[in-house]
């Protein structure tokens, strides 16, 4: 099976995976995940989702109910089973099921359900291009209230404002915090480029600490270029020569318009084109190191 | 059966009652709801509930899939099929299940989870004392981000409050926006006494606009009481002679606490308690032209 389903270890075809609808992931979006893929049959920086993953299920006190390294062997187990290479893998747990109650301290057995299927794919010409964004009319989620920086099931904010990009023709939408500040896009991290440097939000900025910016990070640094950390508006934005995206999935992507404001010339720039491909090597080395 | 759920028209034991792991209420929260109950065979205000459950569905860009009238008769044949009265009964309408994508804007049938069990008890105890709760460190949600008024899956804003509650040993919690006023509690709203009026927070406060709430409102108005939407504090509340909290569930309740700081003399007021009445009068005022 190139695509399958496993719930609580047991492998179901994608078509026969059913929860029980008290589950607190269906019922309230009670829930943490992590998305990451496989380059060959390695998965890629898994260890850093699953301590993201940890690290987000105890922030709103959910027991996933294994080890860190329990999980790691389960993950590559049910990777495993669809016996193909370069597999999209989303693993999510919930709080588990039980009556209907919003108190999330009562004892339940979490579900974890993690799903194994092809690479969503890109429009490759998308990479040559970049991408059409808009900035969204409805606000990042602040911290106080729901913590970004907490891969959850709740993931409204994000799909109204991929919603907003829809309707006005955009491929996608980069949100804004209370104060007018970029945080991040729907699924990804955002970039500008701004005196040779790499720009981004600060880790404490509303946004998710990405596994993949963080890597860019480490690749921008160790390659002697510059990295900076500051809060910046749309409009700064719109007039940097480079805006770029990064995720486990897309792994890094120009973007060429934001709400129809062309950046730079309208295509990737020299510093967007210059870390996707020293990602490509990144990515290239760390599967081989770890070939199995 | 006494519990039962409807999956999309067919009717299951709770335990067999199960959804694809592909629906976006499970993996995102994108559905919204509606909850109220039976008295006798009557369900209390249905109206108003499907009224507010297109609403919501509305602005979230979610087609419910059937007229409300429909979804009027069809709650009303899954209510009957469990035989008892004074049910409680909730409606779930996700987006559907489909590909793995936070886009809403492809088009999926919409699925509908109907949940008919006994309507949950509170400790009588709790309507002659009140309640202990607490003011959630953790933020309202602000409309511009997640609407409260949208009553959807998205719901561990709320889940999170009523945890730092029972952490705090306290009933529930009430929660406070960015500009530091009471908006509401986790599934209930909140009312202070002064000088004679019943306080709410406005309707465009953060809040959800809550049915019994608006039914409070007339209540108190058609009896020649005093009504004042304004915003106001936590240590306003405080200091209030009484504090009471609604909802279709719990009706009317007194709060003996908030913050372990004891509201006027540590007991449900008059205010309290002839609002208490006046709504069971109301209740039984409707089912009655309503009997079937």
């Known amino acids: 099976?190139?695509?399958?389903?496993?719930?609580?270890?047991?492998?179901?075809k994608p078509e026969d995976a059913r929860i029980s609808v008290f589950?607190?992931?269906?019922?309230?979006?009670?829930?943490?995940?992590?998305?990451?893929?496989?380059?060959?049959?390695?998965?890629f920086a898994l260890e850093d989702h699953i301590e993201r993953l940890y690290r987000s299920a105890d922030r709103i006190g959910l027991d996933i109910g294994m080890t860190r390294e329990e999980l790691s062997t389960e993950l590559y187990r049910i990777h495993d089973a669809a016996q193909r290479p370069d597999r999209y893998i989303r693993v999510v747990v919930t709080r588990g099921e039980?009556?209907?109650?919003?108190?999330?301290?009562?004892?339940?057995?979490s579900n974890i359900v993690v799903f194994v299927?092809?690479?969503?794919?890109?429009?490759?010409?998308?990479?040559?291009?970049?991408?059409?964004?808009?900035?969204?009319?409805i606000l990042r989620n602040p911290k106080k209230s729901l913590d970004p920086n907490v891969k959850s099931g709740n993931y409204l904010n994000n799909i109204l404002a991929?919603?907003?990009?829809?309707?006005?023709?955009a491929h996608d939408a980069v949100m804004v915090s209370a104060q007018g500040h970029v945080t991040e896009g729907t699924t990804w991290n955002i970039y500008m480029v701004q005196d040779g440097a790499y720009v981004s939000t600060p880790d404490d900025g509303d946004i998710l600490q990405g596994i993949t910016r963080k890597i860019i990070r480490d690749i921008i640094k160790s390659n002697g270029m510059k990295w900076v950390e500051r809060f910046f508006t749309p409009d700064e934005m719109k007039k940097a020569p480079e805006v770029l995206s990064t995720s486990s999935i897309r792994?890094?992507?120009g973007i060429r318009t934001v709400d129809d404001v062309t950046i730079g010339n309208g295509r990737p720039g020299p510093a967007t084109l210059k870390l996707a491909q020293l990602y490509k090597e990144y990515v290239t080395r760390y599967c081989k190191e770890r070939a199995r």
Request: charged share 30%; aromatic share 10%; net charge negative.
């Open 23 to 43: 589950d607190r992931g269906f019922l309230y979006g009670d829930g943490v995940y992590e998305v990451t893929r496989s380059y060959g049959r390695v998965l």
């Open 251 to 253: 792994e890094v992507m």
């Open 1 to 12: 099976m190139a695509d399958l389903v496993a719930i609580n270890g047991e492998i179901f």
């Open 162 to 169: 991929l919603g907003e990009a829809k309707k006005r023709k």
């Open 117 to 137: 299927q092809d690479v969503p794919a890109f429009d490759p010409k998308l990479y040559e291009t970049g991408q059409d964004i808009i900035t969204a009319s």
């Open 98 to 109: 039980g009556k209907i109650n919003l108190d999330p301290t009562t004892r339940l057995q």
